[in-house]
């Protein structure tokens, strides 16, 4: 992947995410989701980006690893696709 083509997601708090890598943006409230969030903690791929604020979102990545995000679903969802707007025009 060349660095030109490299977009990033804000997250939040200056935490930012490769939009490429992002497979699934997720409400974090079911108890599906609790136990991704669960299951990714005892396999060490949890990434808690929330800087210590409530978790309002869940972003699953192609390498499976599951980060931690304080803003709402809608918020990353919107910014998501603004950038891939952006880079299609």
């Known amino acids: 992947m ?4 490299l977009k990033l997601l ?3 708090f200056g935490n930012s995410v490769v939009t490429s890598r992002v497979v699934a943006i997720v409400n974090p409230g079911s108890s ?3 136990r991704l969030r ?3 903690r005892t396999d060490n791929r949890l990434i808690d980006a929330t800087q210590g604020r409530k978790t ?7 390498s499976n690893h ?8 809608e ?5 998501l696709a603004n950038i891939e707007v952006k880079s299609d025009g």
């Open 2 to 5: 060349s660095t030109d083509k």
């Open 75 to 79: 918020t990353i969802t919107q910014r």
């Open 56 to 62: 309002r979102s869940l972003i699953i990545t192609d």
């Open 10 to 12: 804000n997250i939040g």
């Open 32 to 34: 599906p989701m609790r």
């Open 66 to 73: 599951v980060i931690l995000s304080s803003i709402q679903t």
């Open 38 to 40: 669960e299951d990714a």
